[in-house]
């Protein structure tokens, strides 16, 4: 601005720390009114002053070049910092795609120790080096490493290898609850002056070095921890990232976005970055690298050609595969099991009823997943469906089974069928247990239900299981007791809350996953509970996924399967490609005659009365 003049443009924060406030000085009206068509966010609040999202800002910032009077535009200090680095991230990554770049300006792996200084005490694999050089060869990155290994220590030493040169004084840590232990562990192990790690809690800690929070509770605290970002130079870090794949369409993807230019360096962890396809990468590179990364992410992809989009897209991200764990192989395999006559009977009634439903629902998303999740159910068993005392009351079985009225309604077959048959999948899961415990393995039994895993509690009550889903006290306590109690031969639960964060690769080799949703990610996630970093050399991991014939079972399989064969494309992984087509193997729990099962239900009874 020259002189005394007044602005033509003035730039300042908005009432929130996701908005930013332009007020055109008198004359500029007009000129107001043409620049916010070149903005999605912008909102007229008078002829002179326009409201307009801070990352749209960022994004759009040559829409200024055309400014009448660009001499006399006055930036908000903070704004014109954000402003000044969203730049210089378009040059980088313009300069690291590049064809031909050589990456001179590399940090290289052997240069790690003396980067992290003194404070560091944690152990690296030579792998978590070259991916601690390349994130912090970049100015913001992302790790999409295979989930167990060591993202959490890697994006530790990047923080602290930060702050060793002076770049960052604090950390914002958001993730899973299911990751805080993992933290708070690292941190101790790792520091020999750990950090001042706090739950956020408010009013927030002033001197805590790194505060950690769960996505859930983001959208309410975008203005504080902006605030708390932007008062210190800081790092933001989302463990976990795909929780936030929907981007500016999700509570969670919005809330990350906004605080994202509030931050000194941004980084994300995440083992399944495109869980669901391209949109979701799009949405995780443009919390990175706002604006520039989504583009290049179309562009990568444009094509259609994965491999060649992957080679893209490398220079911004880190990955270390499966392979290069050197784990011992795991052994993946489908178990096709044919319905009983009567719980194929319902099934087929139940699917005629929910077909006209699919037909009403239309494009209504909400409606169609309650369908989905009906189908699923009623593949295991359709008892599930019929409404007992509560909605998690398990389903009681009684063998062996018995003839079925004439003409009884279909309504009165869902909650009696237990009666008539038994399921098969819990009949399988059964067998594979009482295999496992035979042997002294124990097995991780995963169902989307918590019904279902109430249900199988008693059908493995002789074991003693362990069970943790949504509305279990104390979590914690189950797993301890699965971990460490010679008797506890079996842990249940879903992948939606324990499918991140908890490592049992050390007392646990065996999976049996009862029924899946159509959770890429959630998947991938929940297969390396057991088969992750530190695992034994001689360890035999097994996973099993029971599937009802003729169900819904096949088609969240066939999806499956595509999803992880994008994934493992789009991140030139022939490991997750592999799982997306799993062997079939027979079922071993036909072996179970009704005289076992008897036997097996008068036990329960007798422990249940």
């Known amino acids: 601005m020259v002189g005394n003049a007044m602005p033509s443009l003035q730039i300042d924060m908005g009432e929130t720390v996701t908005t930013a406030r332009l007020h055109a000085g008198r004359g500029f009206e007009n000129d107001l009114r043409r620049m916010a068509l070149r903005f999605r966010s912008s909102v007229q609040r008078s002829p002179s002053t326009m409201d307009v999202d801070i990352d749209d800002l960022l994004t759009n910032l040559v829409a200024l070049v055309s400014w009448p009077a660009p001499e006399s535009v006055v930036w908000e200090p903070r704004l014109a910092t954000l402003a000044a680095d969203s730049a210089a991230d378009a040059q980088t990554v313009a300069r690291r795609l590049e064809p031909g770049n050589t990456g001179d300006s590399e940090v290289k792996p052997e240069e790690i120790p003396d980067l992290l200084g003194p404070n560091w005490i944690g152990e690296l694999t030579g792998f978590q080096r070259r991916d601690?050089?390349?994130?912090?060869?970049?100015?913001?990155?992302?790790?999409?490493?295979?989930p167990g290994a060591g993202?959490?220590?890697?994006?530790?030493?990047?923080?602290?290898?930060?702050?060793?040169?002076?770049?960052?004084?604090?950390?914002?840590?958001?993730?899973?609850?299911?990751?805080?232990?993992?933290?708070?562990?690292?941190?101790?192990?790792?520091?020999?002056?750990?950090?001042?790690?706090?739950?956020?809690?408010?009013?927030?800690?002033?001197?805590?070095?790194?505060?950690?929070?769960?996505?859930?509770?983001?959208?309410?605290?975008?203005?504080?921890?902006?605030?708390?970002?932007?008062?210190?130079?800081s790092m933001l870090l989302l463990d976990e990232a795909h929780r936030m794949?929907?981007?500016?369409?999700?509570?969670?993807?919005?809330?990350?976005?906004?605080?994202?230019?509030?931050?000194?360096?941004?980084?994300?962890?995440?083992?399944?970055?495109?869980?669901?396809?391209?949109?979701?990468?799009?949405?995780?590179?443009?919390?990175?690298?706002?604006?520039?990364?989504?583009?290049?992410?179309?562009?990568?992809?444009?094509g259609g050609d994965l491999v060649e989009a992957s080679r893209t897209l490398k220079p911004l991200f880190s990955r270390t595969t499966k392979t290069e764990l050197r784990l011992p192989p795991v052994t993946t395999a489908i178990r096709p099991l044919a319905m009983p006559a009567l719980h194929q009977e319902i099934y087929e009634a139940l699917l005629g009823r929910f077909s006209g439903r699919i037909s009403d629902a239309g494009d209504d998303l909400q409606a169609m997943g309650k369908i989905v999740v009906y189908m699923l159910m009623a593949a295991t068993s359709p008892a599930l469906l019929s409404v007992g005392t509560t909605r998690y009351?398990?389903?009681?079985?009684?063998?062996?089974?018995?003839?079925?009225?004439?003409?009884?309604?279909?309504?009165?077959?869902?909650?009696?069928?237990?009666?008539?048959?038994?399921?098969?999948?819990?009949q399988e899961a059964l067998a594979i247990v009482a295999a496992n415990a035979s042997?002294?393995?124990?097995?991780?039994?995963?169902?989307?239900?918590?019904?279902?895993?109430?249900?199988?509690?008693?059908?493995?009550?002789?074991?003693?299981?362990?069970?943790?889903?949504?509305?279990?006290?104390?979590?914690?306590?189950?797993?301890?007791?699965?971990?460490?109690?010679?008797?506890?031969?079996?842990?249940?639960?879903?992948?939606?809350?324990?499918?991140?964060?908890?490592?049992?690769?050390?007392?646990?080799?065996?999976?049996?996953?009862?029924?899946?949703?159509?959770?890429?990610?959630?998947?991938?996630?929940?297969?390396?509970?057991?088969?992750?970093?530190?695992?034994?050399?001689?360890?035999?991991?097994?996973?099993?996924?029971?599937?009802?014939?003729g169900t819904i079972d096949e088609i969240v399989e066939q999806r499956l399967s595509d999803k992880l064969n994008f994934m493992g494309r789009i991140l030139d992984d022939p490991a997750v490609q592999r799982l997306a087509d799993l062997e079939e193997e027979p079922a071993i729990g036909a072996g179970l005659d009704n005289r076992d099962l008897q036997a097996l239900m008068g036990h329960l009874r007798v422990h249940v009365a």
């Open 132 to 146: 601690i050089a390349k994130l912090l060869s970049l100015r913001h990155g992302a790790n999409f490493s295979v």
């Open 151 to 233: 993202k959490t220590r890697v994006g530790l030493a990047v923080f602290e290898a930060l702050r060793h040169a002076g770049k960052v004084q604090r950390l914002l840590l958001v993730g899973p609850k299911s990751c805080y232990e993992a933290w708070h562990e690292e941190n101790q192990r790792c520091l020999a002056d750990p950090l001042r790690m706090e739950i956020f809690s408010r009013p927030s800690d002033p001197t805590a070095d790194a505060l950690i929070l769960n996505y859930e509770r983001l959208d309410g605290a975008v203005n504080e921890l902006g605030a708390w970002l932007a008062d210190r130079p």
């Open 245 to 302: 794949k929907l981007g500016a369409e999700g509570t969670y993807g919005a809330a990350c976005l906004a605080l994202g230019p509030r931050a000194r360096h941004r980084l994300i962890l995440t083992g399944t970055p495109a869980p669901n396809g391209v949109k979701d990468l799009e949405n995780l590179f443009s919390f990175v690298w706002p604006g520039h990364g989504r583009q290049k992410v179309i562009q990568a992809v444009a």
């Open 393 to 426: 009351e398990p389903l009681m079985y009684q063998v062996p089974p018995l003839s079925v009225p004439d003409g009884a309604p279909l309504s009165a077959l869902m909650r009696d069928l237990p009666s008539y048959e038994m399921s098969p999948k819990y």
């Open 439 to 549: 042997q002294g393995r124990k097995t991780l039994v995963w169902s989307t239900f918590i019904r279902s895993l109430n249900t199988l509690r008693e059908v493995l009550r002789e074991f003693n299981p362990a069970i943790v889903h949504g509305g279990t006290e104390d979590r914690d306590a189950e797993i301890r007791r699965f971990r460490n109690d010679p008797g506890c031969a079996v842990l249940l639960s879903n992948p939606a809350t324990l499918g991140e964060g908890i490592s049992l690769h050390h007392e646990c080799h065996d999976a049996v996953y009862v029924d899946r949703d159509f959770a890429a990610g959630r998947f991938l996630q929940s297969l390396d509970r057991i088969h992750r970093l530190g695992l034994a050399p001689d360890a035999e991991t097994r996973i099993t996924v029971l599937a009802s014939e």
